[in-house]
């Protein structure tokens, strides 16, 4: 008996393990998918506010989503408006102005008194020098490249109409959605993984609602900076700052050094001006911005965010270190839901000997009716 017993456990066992290895299969066969649906998600967290916000002016869930779309839509082609003609003047004259940014950076590497600058620096400018001439000599912009560009345009374009499709009926079917899920789930665990889940939302949507506004502060606070400090080109190189922000860690210095080299080509003076704005910039944001901005909205250790964005970007690239984040704060909450509930049960257990039970059903020492009014509760706000 106890040797069939051990056989069908181990048969059990093996079915589990095949079967993870097989949902592993074909989650990587349908990656781009998965990515789109995550993005779609981590969106649709973002705006969830604003839609709660519309729906209790008395607007339907599909009528609030319509109108930040049409929101979004109007504020990017207003920015489009605004920002694109002047932005194509200045980027037009940066590229154009590269070889002569370049010599003035060589000249001031050979003059300076530094073996290394003199050398290593020197070459490392020509290097730069001799590769944007071979691409402005010869652009690769005939044939399959220039289908190549136009596809990525065409699709990106249509990835970003895909996520806020996917955004659009995960935001008015989730109520459904989740409902089903908690149905799989005992009644006593329930309330619980409610609580989980509305978590997670809200730190995915804090972490991008607060993202998007630090990039936005600033890319705003560099462009009007550098246009008080007379610099070239400043337009770019301020959307180019709030663009690289979204890039952990390595994103504001590269935003920065941008900035800086531009600077530099003019006098040391205004390139030690642009760099001392940028540390301080960068002090302010640290010390002041991200506490306020992100508050409570990942709740993450340094240790955890550089292990996420190194295996998010080993794993899907740049797009992957950067949604890297908040799936990693999503499964942070679950594991300290975790390992917060074995310390609960341990006490209860110390306490109490054993958790107390009800018609076979666990329920940790609350009433059956309580699990259920809280369950209840919390499926009617879904519902509303």
């Given at each position: 008996?106890?040797?069939?017993?051990?056989?069908?456990?181990?048969?059990?066992?093996?079915?589990?393990?095949?079967?993870?290895?097989?949902?592993?299969?074909?989650?990587?066969?349908?990656?781009?998918?998965?990515?789109?649906?995550?993005?779609?998600?981590?969106?649709?967290?973002?705006?969830?506010?604003?839609?709660?916000?519309?729906?209790?002016?008395?607007?339907?869930?599909?009528?609030?989503?319509?109108?930040?779309?049409?929101?979004?839509?109007?504020?990017?082609?207003?920015a489009?408006y605004?920002?694109?003609?002047?932005?194509?003047?200045?980027?037009?004259?940066?590229f154009?102005?590269?070889?002569?940014i370049?010599?003035?950076?060589?000249?001031?590497?050979?003059?300076?008194?530094?073996?290394?600058?003199?050398?290593?620096?020197?070459?490392?400018?020509?290097?730069?020098?001799?590769?944007?001439?071979?691409?402005?000599?010869?652009?690769p912009?005939?044939?399959?490249?220039?289908?190549?560009?136009?596809?990525?345009?065409?699709?990106?374009?249509?990835?970003?109409?895909?996520?806020?499709?996917?955004?659009?009926?995960?935001?008015?079917?989730?109520?459904?959605?989740?409902?089903?899920?908690?149905?799989?789930?005992?009644?006593?665990?329930?309330d619980?993984?409610?609580?989980?889940?509305?978590?997670?939302?809200?730190?995915?949507?804090?972490?991008?609602?607060?993202?998007?506004?630090?990039m936005?502060?600033?890319?705003?606070?560099?462009?009007?900076?550098?246009?008080?400090?007379?610099?070239?080109?400043?337009?770019?190189?301020?959307?180019?700052?709030?663009?690289?922000?979204?890039?952990?860690?390595?994103?504001?210095?590269?935003?920065?050094?941008?900035?800086?080299?531009?600077?530099?080509?003019?006098?040391?003076?205004?390139?030690?001006?642009?760099?001392?704005?940028?540390?301080?910039?960068?002090?302010?944001?640290?010390?002041?911005?991200?506490?306020?901005?992100?508050?409570?909205?990942?709740?993450?250790?340094?240790?955890?965010?550089?292990?996420?964005?190194?295996?998010?970007?080993?794993?899907?690239?740049?797009?992957?270190?950067?949604?890297?984040?908040?799936?990693?704060?999503?499964?942070?909450?679950?594991?300290?839901?975790?390992?917060?509930?074995?310390?609960?049960?341990?006490?209860?257990?110390?306490?109490?000997?054993?958790?107390?039970?009800?018609?076979?059903?666990?329920?940790?020492?609350?009433?059956?009716?309580?699990?259920?009014?809280?369950?209840t509760?919390?499926?009617?706000?879904?519902?509303?």
């Amino acid at each position: 008996m106890t040797s069939s017993v051990s056989l069908a456990r181990a048969m059990l066992y093996t079915a589990s393990v095949l079967s993870v290895l097989g949902l592993a299969w074909v989650v990587i066969q349908i990656r781009s998918v998965a990515l789109l649906l995550v993005i779609g998600i981590i969106f649709a967290a973002a705006i969830e506010p604003i839609v709660y916000r519309l729906r209790q002016r008395g607007l339907t869930r599909g009528q609030a989503i319509l109108a930040v779309y049409a929101g979004l839509i109007a504020t990017v082609a207003l920015a489009f408006y605004i920002v694109v003609p002047p932005l194509i003047t200045q980027a037009t004259e940066l590229f154009d102005g590269i070889p002569g940014i370049l010599d003035n950076l060589k000249s001031q590497a050979l003059a300076a008194d530094n073996d290394f600058m003199n050398t290593t620096g020197a070459q490392t400018i020509t290097r730069v020098e001799n590769a944007y001439r071979a691409v402005r000599d010869d652009p690769p912009i005939a044939g399959s490249t220039a289908v190549s560009w136009v596809t990525s345009v065409a699709g990106f374009l249509f990835t970003t109409v895909s996520v806020m499709i996917v955004a659009f009926y995960w935001m008015t079917e989730k109520a459904i959605i989740k409902r089903v899920f908690l149905g799989l789930i005992p009644l006593d665990k329930r309330d619980r993984a409610h609580g989980l889940w509305d978590q997670i939302e809200r730190r995915i949507g804090g972490w991008v609602r607060g993202q998007l506004i630090l990039m936005a502060t600033i890319g705003i606070l560099s462009a009007i900076s550098y246009y008080l400090m007379d610099l070239d080109f400043w337009l770019p190189l301020g959307i180019f700052a709030g663009l690289t922000e979204a890039v952990p860690f390595l994103g504001p210095i590269i935003g920065g050094a941008a900035a800086v080299m531009v600077a530099l080509t003019v006098s040391w003076e205004k390139g030690l001006l642009v760099l001392a704005f940028v540390v301080v910039l960068q002090q302010l944001e640290g010390a002041v911005l991200v506490p306020r901005v992100m508050k409570n909205a990942v709740g993450m250790t340094p240790l955890t965010v550089v292990l996420a964005v190194l295996i998010g970007g080993t794993l899907a690239g740049p797009i992957g270190a950067i949604l890297a984040i908040p799936v990693a704060a999503a499964v942070q909450v679950l594991v300290q839901d975790l390992l917060h509930n074995r310390e609960d049960d341990a006490d209860t257990s110390e306490i109490d000997g054993r958790p107390s039970t009800l018609n076979g059903a666990e329920t940790n020492g609350a009433p059956r009716s309580t699990v259920e009014s809280n369950a209840t509760a919390r499926a009617s706000r879904d519902r509303d």
